[in-house]
């Protein structure tokens, strides 16, 4: 099986859905965020307070390659806004967008200290995030899956549906 690459804005379930789809598929599973803090000995939201977002950006970067032994791989929000990290996904598996409004967002990550780009920006300048992310996901994925009011069950057996008819395909 390819490597399964998870992609989504922040809060968009990509560690609980990946989880839960490595576990059913008995697959291994990485999250390049984790990786970071593993690989930096601290939390992300550190990072970008010390270093700043384009370190941060770096090491995300670095993670993404370290997760080619894995099979399912959630990666961070902001993975895609470099053009090196869409096309590693794209050429070493297969790319899933979470999909999710922006509204469902906003409410799961009101009360999530643990996002920089989220916390110290005002509705407006998440709702520009949100925005210029989007037609990059849209681009880069290989398969689009709508996560608005579906439970996580529902969502990986529409991973799952779509992996086995990729992979029935190639």
Known sequence: MKPIFLIGFMGSGKTTIGTELAQILSCTYKDTDH??????????????????????????????????DAQIISTGGGIIERSENRHFMKNNGIVIYLQTHFEDINMRLQQDPTRPLWNHNDINEKRKLFDKRLPIYEACADYIVDTHQRSVEEIVKDIKENILMHNHKT
């Open 35 to 68: 990786i970071v803090e593993i690989n930096q000995g601290c939390a992300i939201a550190s990072i970008f307070a010390h270093e700043g977002e384009q370190a941060f950006r770096d090491y995300e970067s670095y993670a993404l390659k370290q997760t080619i």
